[in-house]
């Protein structure tokens, strides 16, 4: 009997002893992580300190960096070597592919075990709604280059009155149709100003032996940027938008988005996208620009510098750029978001991640990474340097006429991107039609806007 | 020391602690949580009844047919790679010029990172440029040069050919180790009664390797039903709404997306199936034993 009460003792001490090991070894973990908001907003409080001075930022510090594909420059890196050699914080930068960034980051930042800097969509509805960032972001208000932001670019990353991001890219670009304008000028041809005329246009390339588009659905997200041209929904109802954000409004039934996706559909199924649109990939749109192989290709104001950079003898301003033209739209659709940097609230490194951010919006990385970056023309720092060629001052010049995207203008759109994505993919593999696509944004939307509570869907 | 003693049953009190407080406990909270709206959006947590079983089995999601690409996905895996490895096995049993070589060859990929395979192949199999279409343009066969991942006809055999390819290689392994256990006085006694290749296999090889292939099946369909890594890797689910989507690369994006209710949902539904295989399986494989 002795014996069976020592045992069945032993065993529940084991048991014990194992808790109470694994408890306090959590709240080991925890604790320091718990302090650190209280530690971090102590620090924008006492702005004047310098940030040279901070404790935890130095020699054995790595901060972790994770972001989507095409979000950080090869002079990002660049930057990041010169900032380890002068305050010893190394960088460590995990880039994700583009397809499956969103679900890993959002994975992270719901697990509580993101890296101390995540890039980010910017957008003022849904850093609230789906990053939560007066939760799982640092504030940065008072940083030293927060007053340098934008105000445009800023309003986008603010909740609360309060600044959370950095952006990282140029956002006065859009994305626009990008073309060839010598292969445009051998085939006798002209800017298109609406639909029937960009259909006339890729008739005449495709005639040439060339593919007009180069669209790469496998990432997942740019063909979705084709959208974009949903500016003409809300210049024929300027108050589409807000009838939108308040549910009194759907996609389903809208007469310029329906026809948008069913446009979009015909390009691919009369073969202006060519055979492999469905592989191909983001990477390689200035490559395939440059062979002649293709045309055009939707892009930001920046390609004939990337086309070049993969093929010198294409020279730089060969590239031009009108509007997406689907749904015969004319007007230049703006957008304020972008990529852009947050640190997370429960990095170990809030310090360390600061500096980092205070490095890349310093007048010498900003004019570093305009001159290196193709795409960068203006990015959206008062201190940062223009570098719009003739090209796209003539692009811009041309369409006076600016509208916001719905990525700006319309709550739970900018989360839904991907799984817009997935139905737009399924769209040209006829498995849904234009009008489903239309229908299952909306149930996305109304997900979101449940699950956020949202009093407009209640 | 008294071979008969039978240990007492508080004995396994430690274990039966550990494995109700680590794993039994953890799943039925998981269980738990599928009866609420529990999201990331939202720090409150409700009761719902049967709301997200009602989402995860509606005719307007595609939930169904996840759990039925889940499903099939394990069984042509795991019916091929037993096959597959068995053909293998029983070559590379027999007495050839550098048999290691060949066994380390086909097992190489099995010890390989299912992500650099998935990376790998998406770029073999890409339809421009990759080598598999290449190959098939260079020696006049073009009609076999196909959209491996980007059609829905193609992708799922796709990506299941890839992932048979992976692990044939192991299953392999694990049934030569069954074949060599076998007493060759069975074959020799076959052989003098005049048996040919055919029947030593059907009546020697095959009856004494059923544990064994037994072992594979089980190792085969736990982790079919578990895939993630490698459809995540090579299509993501895509092309389209859920062409190869999985129930695990669905349970990562419902996640992914904070809808945490629903994912927990799904993965009760794919417990559940998991008892009845997992039962199902111990029926048959315990039937023949011989309980003393």
């Given at each position: ?232 929904a809300t210049?024929a109802d300027p108050s589409y938008p807000d009838k939108l954000n308040n549910n009194e409004a759907t996609f389903?039934g809208n ?151 719905f990525?700006?203008s319309v709550k ?30 909306d ?13 407009a869907?209640? | ?292």
């Amino acid at each position: 009997m002795k014996k069976k009460i020592l045992v069945t003792l032993l065993s529940v001490s084991m048991v014990m002893g194992m808790l109470a090991g694994c408890t306090q070894g959590g709240a080991a973990d925890t604790a320091p992580a718990a302090s650190e908001p209280a530690a971090a907003a102590e620090e924008v409080t006492e702005e004047a300190a310098p940030i040279e001075e901070n404790s935890d930022a130095g020699d054995d510090v790595t901060i972790t960096f994770m972001a989507s594909q095409d979000w950080i420059q090869d002079a990002e890196m660049e930057l990041g070597e010169k900032f380890t050699e002068e305050t010893g914080i190394k960088v460590d930068y995990q880039i994700v592919p583009s397809d499956q960034y969103e679900s890993l980051l959002m994975t992270k930042i719901n697990a509580g075990e993101c890296t101390d800097i995540f890039g980010g969509q910017s957008s003022q509805f849904s850093i609230v709604t789906q990053f939560d960032v007066e939760k799982n972001a640092v504030d940065l208000s008072g940083e030293s280059w927060a007053g340098n932001v934008d105000p445009a670019a800023a309003v986008e990353l603010s909740a609360g009155g309060k600044l959370y991001g950095q952006p990282i890219q140029d956002v006065s670009a859009c994305w626009a149709v990008a073309y060839n304008i010598s292969m445009f000028d051998e085939l006798g041809l002209s800017i298109p100003t609406n639909y029937a005329e960009f259909c006339d246009v890729c008739e005449k390339i495709k005639a040439a032996g060339i593919t007009p588009i180069y669209e790469c659905v496998s990432d997942g997200w740019h063909h979705v940027c084709w959208t974009e041209a949903a500016v003409a929904a809300t210049q024929a109802d300027p108050s589409y938008p807000d009838k939108l954000n308040n549910n009194e409004a759907t996609f389903e039934g809208n007469p310029e988005l329906t026809t948008m996706f069913a446009q979009l559909k015909e390009m691919a199924d009369k073969g202006y996208m060519g055979d492999n649109y469905m592989s191909n990939e983001y990477a390689n749109a200035p490559a395939s620009i440059a062979s002649g192989e293709y045309a055009m290709v939707l892009y930001n104001q920046g390609l004939g510098a990337e086309v070049n950079a993969a093929d010198p003898d294409f020279p730089v301003d060969n590239i031009g750029y009108f509007v997406n033209p689907l749904c015969d739209n004319q007007a230049l659709n703006v957008n304020y978001c972008g990529p852009s940097r947050f640190i997370f609230s429960g990095s170990k490194n809030i310090d360390a991640a600061k500096k980092y951010l205070e490095f890349m919006a310093s007048d010498e990385s900003l004019a570093y990474m305009t001159e290196n970056v193709g795409k960068f023309n203006q990015l959206p720092y008062s201190n940062a340097p223009s570098a719009y060629s003739s090209v796209v001052q003539d692009f811009y010049d041309r369409y006076p006429n600016k509208v916001a995207v719905f990525q700006a203008s319309v709550k739970y759109y900018n989360p839904a991107w991907m799984d817009i994505g997935a139905d737009m993919s399924a769209m040209f593999l006829d498995e849904m039609t234009p009008e489903e696509v239309l229908k299952d944004i909306d149930k996305l939307r109304a997900e979101q806007a449940a699950a956020a509570s949202d009093p407009a869907w209640q | 020391m008294n071979r008969n003693k039978i240990y007492p049953r508080y004995f396994a009190l430690g274990a039966l602690i550990i494995y109700f407080v680590f794993f039994f406990l953890p799943g039925l909270i998981g269980v738990g949580y599928s009866f609420t709206d529990w999201s990331a959006y939202s720090d409150e947590l409700h009761y719902v009844g049967f709301e997200n079983f009602k989402t995860v089995f509606s005719a307007d999601e595609n939930y169904m047919k996840i759990i039925t690409n889940t499903l099939e996905f394990t069984l042509i895996t795991t019916v091929l790679k037993n096959v597959i490895g068995l053909i293998l096995a029983l070559l590379l049993t027999k007495s050839i010029r550098l048999l290691n070589m060949h066994r380390g060859i086909v097992f190489m990929p099995s010890v390989l990172s299912t992500l650099i395979i998935g990376m790998i192949f998406k770029s073999i199999l890409d339809p421009k440029s990759g080598l598999l279409n290449s190959f098939f343009r260079s020696v006049g066969l073009e009609m076999f040069a196909k959209k491996w991942l980007v059609t829905s006809e193609l992708a799922f055999g796709s990506v299941m050919a890839v992932d048979i390819w992976r692990g044939v290689g192991y299953i392999m392994t694990i049934l030569i180790a069954g074949i060599l256990s076998i007493s060759s006085d069975y074959y020799e006694a076959a052989a003098i009664d005049g048996a040919g290749g055919w029947k030593k296999f059907r009546y020697i090889t095959l009856p004494l390797i059923l544990p064994t292939l037994a072992t594979t099946t089980v190792l085969n369909v736990i982790y079919g039903l578990k895939v993630f890594d490698m459809v995540y890797a090579l299509t993501n689910g895509g092309p389209g709404k859920a062409t190869t989507e999985v129930l695990y690369t669905a349970v990562f994006k419902k996640f992914g997306t904070g809808q945490y209710a629903v994912g927990t949902a799904l993965s009760s539904v794919m417990f559940v199936i998991m008892i009845f295989v997992g039962a199902y399986m111990i029926r048959v494989m315990t039937k023949n034993e011989v309980v003393e």
